[in-house]
């Protein structure tokens, strides 16, 4: 599992469901969950923690928003070198096979659809990080 230092970004335009992600991230021992509502917003929260020198660890977005989808965030981030390698879910209600794909290709990490439980994030979360140390080793 990551460490318990890890830096998460939620990103979700409905206010429940962000919270709803923090309250399963902190139940697993997760203190550093930062949120924003939309991936435009998201976007210069990234990039500004990067520059800091205090980047996310760890991002977690909700696919359909508005302003700019999760899908486009996704996309942006792994265009730009100084995120790419940042694990990165998209949380969706789509279960579409054409979806799935699209987010494959665009380097999703992993995917979530709602709804979805503690357990079901947690094994997500799990499944991310095995691949994340096996692509680094």
């Known amino acids: 599992m990551f460490p318990a230092n ?13 919270k709803i992600i923090r309250k399963i991230l902190t139940e ?3 203190t550093q969950v930062e949120e924003a509502d939309d991936g435009a ?11 800091a020198g205090v980047p996310y660890h760890f991002i977690i ?10 899908i486009d ?9 100084r995120f790419n390698k940042v694990p990165f879910m998209l949380v969706t209600a789509e279960s579409d096979q054409k979806q799935i794909l699209e987010a494959a ?14 357990a079901t994030l947690k094994a ?8 994340t140390n096996n692509q680094a080793a």
């Open 105 to 118: 290709k665009a380097g999703v990490s992993d995917y979530i659809v709602k709804p979805f439980n503690a």
């Open 61 to 70: 977005s909700d696919w359909n928003m508005p302003k700019m989808l999760g």
């Open 41 to 51: 917003t998201a976007l210069p929260l990234i990039q500004q923690a990067h520059d």
């Open 28 to 30: 697993l021992g997760y």
């Open 73 to 81: 965030l996704l996309r942006q981030c792994k265009a730009d070198p």
């Open 124 to 131: 997500k979360l799990e499944k991310v990080y095995a691949k």
């Open 6 to 18: 890890t830096k998460f970004l939620v990103i979700d335009d409905f206010a429940t469901m962000r």
